[in-house]
């Protein structure tokens, strides 16, 4: 993971109290241990550009701040391949990545189309101040934290922002495809609109050219000491990878969890056998009574979603817990929706205008009777300009880019780049630029990455999906002896395994999270109503959970839990099937 921060003095040099400060409040920012914190500066005329990483030295190119002959670059992510980052900050270079450039008198920012790697922004009377951790950002521009509530209802309400708005006062996320740029002490913002949609000319040139921008993104891995592991499910979107990289000639071997008879597993298995690969099942812990769980603290659990995700995604989520920095190669198929025109349009049955409207109404303005007059406004506010848009499919396919991978998978995956740097090609640069550009009518029929699967691994035609069929082979029937038609999908088998604690919390674990939400109420009063708070945690067992650890979440952190000392002697949480 890497962390940086620049700073532009709006009139003269950068005090050196202000670059103290950075290097002594890093530790709170960063959530790795101190010992595996390494640094590097660079200090122009009126600029300063830090950078940090629990990388070790030489794990990867470019360097943490690559120094040019006329400017020092910093790349949070990762590049397609490295020898771009004398282009940056382009905004069209390959890769899952913000850029960082400084030179005498000038400092820029730019997110990519996704801005998956995000950059934050604010000011202070003396400085400009840009940095890839809000919380970092926000200590630099004041002594103690200021919350901005009216912008967490959003995390109560949904349990992640829906604007580029963050918990803390002043401190505001760069939209995706933007660029902050401070000269000579005076910032701009420049943006570059999303990739107008347009059916294709020719089906086969746009299938080739989002198959050679998916193509690049995996290339480097050719040479990589040791296979990639790629968690392979048997779904649409892990399939693809699993034919891209067998397309791309790059070693590889897969992983699923499940029992053998979870179809999962049995998709996973045909699929490695038609690729000739390794394949590897992790088959859950089983036990004699499976009538409870023992969980972690939800204290526990909300210290550490907000240590590492700053407040901007709920302890709801299941974050991944820190590792040591591995150079191990992995991949997933996280945002394959934006192949698919976005997981909100996926959520469509009925793709009227009027009901596309009411989805993007309900994306923002969901349980208005929970939250105070002033939130709900404030909701409907930030609704208005998309719901203006004329073309809705669009505008619920862009709300996914903003938003869905924007805020909550960039704020979420805090967790996981603390172990290493994983390849994500549907988040690559120019692959979902690729992707934006193509009518979303055919991405939603899920033509596209069937004709992908088929172009990269022709020998999977023949394995099934499960559940339900390939949206356009809807109807389909077999006319002419060349017209192939998919296979009709592997039917979902019931397990019995569906019990999650987390959608059934039972009476212990709902009574640590009431007693949190209620005893703290008077500070949510600013963006919930009060009544039906407490009508949410009226039963022993919460009836809407997701809800109710959105809340939690908030409550914790806007009442002191971090930054901070981490709990102590908490004891697992047990919780027992219903």
């Known amino acids: 993971m890497r962390v940086y921060l620049g700073l532009a003095a709006k009139h003269g040099v950068i005090a050196a109290r202000s670059l103290d400060r950075a290097r002594s409040i890093i530790e709170e920012a960063f959530p790795v241990p101190a010992e ?5 500066e660079w200090h122009g005329t009126g600029v300063s550009l830090l950078g940090w990483t629990n990388e070790p030295a030489g794990a990867r190119e470019p360097d943490l701040l690559h120094r040019l002959p006329d400017r020092v670059v910093g790349v949070n992510g990762h590049l397609a391949d490295p020898k771009d980052v004398v282009r940056l900050p382009d905004d069209d270079v390959a890769g899952c990545l913000s850029a960082w450039v400084a030179r005498d008198g000038e400092l820029t920012a730019a997110t990519a189309i996704n801005r998956v790697c995000p ?8 400085l400009h101040i840009v940095g ?14 200021g919350y901005d509530l009216l912008a967490l209802q959003s995390m109560a309400r949904q349990g992640f922002f829906l604007s580029d708005e963050t918990p803390y006062e002043g401190v505001t996320a760069l939209r995706p495809s933007s660029r ?15 990739p107008e949609a347009a059916p294709p000319a020719n089906k086969k040139a746009a299938i080739a050219e989002l198959a050679d921008a998916l193509v690049a993104t995996v290339e480097p891995l050719r040479n990589t000491a040791e296979p990639v592991n790629l968690a392979l499910t048997g779904g649409r979107d892990t399939r693809i990878l699993a034919a891209l990289l067998h397309a791309a000639r790059v070693p590889f071997r897969v992983t699923t969890n499940g029992l053998d008879s979870h179809p999962d597993v049995i998709l996973a298995r ?3 056998a038609k690729l000739k690969v390794e394949h590897t099942v992790i088959a859950p812990p089983q036990t004699e009574a499976k009538d409870a769980v023992h969980v972690e603290h939800p204290l526990m659990r909300a210290y550490e979603t907000l240590r590492t995700c700053e407040g901007m995604t709920s302890a709801y989520e299941s974050i991944v817990s820190y590792l040591p920095y591995s150079n191990k190669p992995t991949m997933s198929g996280q945002s394959g929706e934006t192949l698919r025109a976005g997981s909100l349009n996926l959520l469509q049955t009925d793709l009227s205008d009027k009901a596309l409207l009411r989805r993007i109404t309900t994306t923002f303005c969901k349980d208005g009777k929970l939250f105070s007059a002033a939130a709900n406004e404030h909701a409907k506010e930030l609704a208005r300009p ?16 903003w938003y869905k991978v924007g805020r909550w998978q960039a704020s979420a995956r805090a967790g996981s780049l603390r172990r290493g740097d994983p390849v994500r090609p549907f988040l690559d640069n120019r692959v979902a630029r690729v992707a934006l550009g193509l009518d979303q009518d055919w991405r939603l029929s899920e033509e596209v990455i069937y004709r992908l699967i088929l172009k990269f691994a022709p020998q999977l035609r023949d394995v099934p999906i499960e559940g339900k069929a390939w949206r356009f082979a809807a109807g389909l029937s077999k006319r002419w002896p060349w017209q ?9 088998v019931r397990t019995g395994g569906g019990w999650s604690w987390r959608t059934s919390p039972g009476p212990r674990l709902s009574a640590i999270l009431r007693e949190q939400v209620l005893g703290t109420l008077e500070a949510l009063e600013p963006i919930v109503d009060p009544d039906e708070v407490r ?8 009836a809407r959970p997701a809800q109710a650890w959105h809340l939690y979440t908030v409550s914790t952190m806007v009442t002191g839990l971090y930054p901070g000392k981490a709990p102590e002697h908490l004891e697992p949480v047990t919780v027992h099937k219903p």
């Open 119 to 126: 950059v934050f922004h604010t000011e202070t009377d003396e």
């Open 386 to 401: 998309w719901e203006r848009r004329t073309n809705k499919l669009e505008t619920l396919d862009h709300l996914y880019i």
């Open 535 to 542: 009508a949410l945690f009226a039963e022993p067992v919460v």
């Open 180 to 194: 902050i740029t401070v000269r000579d002490g005076r910032r701009t913002i420049t943006e570059t609109p999303l």
């Open 484 to 492: 192939h038609v998919p296979p009709e999908p592997m039917p979902t």
């Open 270 to 272: 045909r699929i490695a």
């Open 132 to 145: 890839s951790r809000a919380l970092l950002v926000h200590l630099m521009a004041r002594e103690r934290i």
């Open 36 to 40: 595996v914190i390494r640094r590097d």
